[in-house]
């Protein structure tokens, strides 16, 4: 069975300071992995996806995401952040069982002080 | 584009009333999902529909029910509303064979 793991229920940076949520996944193959974001009172967004080839994949607003296989870990990175960014986060896995499914991960809450 | 449009977005309902939540794309998407999402719970799926016709329960489906009146619809019954079911349930959609969904804005379910 699949199952994903933020270990960080919220995570407080500064403004302009780098950011890296956690995410921790099992799945016996190679699944695709997902970071979606959710601002308040919307739905989920997607941010980027990684479904096969270079473990490093970019996505909006300058948010990019390792893939390593080794240690099933997806985490989500930004170089600055900025106070905008304030939202929750959620990791993804999906895998192929005659229909796509997805198990998410509890969430991260990110708050970004000046 | 397209959108995924959820009514109503808030729903107060009394212990033990049933409630529907409704769902409509326009995506022109096969597959559908509703999800329930709980505070520090992630989401957890209630029920999905491959293709209009179809019915698949997921990991959380008892006390729900859900039909899929048409290709662009979803809906989504909870069939005894519990003080413990307050929660933001979401709706998505997917291309069938497609691993990415596409998100509504959420119905918020107040039990009094």
């Known amino acids: 069975a699949q199952s994903v793991t933020q270990p960080d229920a919220r995570v407080t940076v500064s403004e302009g300071a780098s950011l890296q949520l956690r995410c921790k996944y099992s799945?016996?193959?190679?699944?695709?992995l997902f970071w979606y974001v959710q601002y308040p009172r919307q739905g989920l967004q997607l941010l980027l996806k990684?479904?096969?080839?270079?473990?490093v994949v970019q996505g909006v607003n300058g948010f990019e995401a390792e893939f390593i296989k080794s240690n099933s870990s997806f985490h989500l990175r930004k170089a600055s952040v900025h106070w905008s960014d304030s939202a929750v986060y959620f990791c993804a896995v999906s895998a192929y069982t005659g229909n796509y499914k997805y198990v998410f991960g509890a969430g991260t809450r990110l708050k970004v002080i000046a | 584009g397209g959108i995924i449009t959820q009514t109503p977005k808030f729903l107060i309902g009394q212990e033990g009333q049933k409630l529907t939540l409704k769902c409509q794309q326009n995506f022109n998407h096969d597959t559908m999902y509703w999800y329930r999402q709980d505070s520090g719970k992630g989401l957890r799926l209630i029920y999905y529909?491959?293709?209009?016709?179809?019915?698949q329960k997921g990991d959380l489906s008892e006390g729900y029910d859900a039909s899929r009146e048409k290709k662009s619809s979803f809906s989504l019954t909870v069939t005894s509303a519990q003080k413990n079911e307050m929660a933001v349930f979401l709706c998505?959609?997917?291309?069938?064979?497609?691993?990415?969904?596409?998100f509504g804005k959420g119905t918020r379910l107040t039990v009094v």
């Open positions: 799945y016996s193959g190679t699944p695709y």
């Open positions: 990684y479904y096969s080839g270079d473990p």
């Open positions: 529909s491959i293709t209009e016709n179809d019915l």
């Open positions: 998505a959609s997917s291309i069938r064979g497609r691993a990415e969904v596409f």
